[in-house]
């Protein structure tokens, strides 16, 4: 999720959660989305992006059904190899990079409802900027 107009519209939710806040154009954000309870546009992204995943792709394989052995990575979706950029950037291989690097308590949750409530606290606490910042943590 990256791109010009992204970064505008970021900009912009910045500009409004400072007026929300009654704070002057330099101050930080971050303390201000999660004392507002508002996702910033990337934690958005990537609480939609999952969500999606979790709701309507339950035919992707799980690592725990690709290897025969237990690894502490078998809640995981199995990335499969890819040549294109179009794939690359695709739905299903960005929602799993995302879904992948999300807690373990998080992805044990069966129930839809209470995935999503308690997804969308951890996005909430955590204020990420980009959805790089995420992947990277």
């Given amino acids: 999720m990256g791109g010009e107009s992204n970064r505008k519209i970021f900009i912009l939710q910045k ?10 154009s330099r101050t930080s954000c971050r303390q201000l989305f999660k004392e507002l309870n508002i996702l910033t546009l990337s934690s958005l992204y990537i609480l939609e992006m999952t969500c999606f995943l979790k709701r309507y792709c339950q035919s992707l394989e ?5 290897h025969k052995h237990n690894t502490r990575r078998k809640m995981d979706i199995h990335i499969k190899s890819h040549r294109t950029n179009l794939y690359e950037n695709s739905v299903i291989n960005m929602g799993s990079l995302i879904y992948n690097k999300l807690p373990n308590h998080l992805k044990e949750i069966d129930s839809f409802k209470d995935f999503k409530r308690k997804l969308k606290l951890f996005l909430l606490s955590h204020t990420f900027y980009s959805v790089e910042e995420f992947l990277s943590s």
Avoid: D, H, S
């Fill in 62 to 66: 799980l690592n725990a059904t690709v």
């Fill in 15 to 24: 500009r409004v959660i400072r007026v929300m806040a009654g704070v002057n």
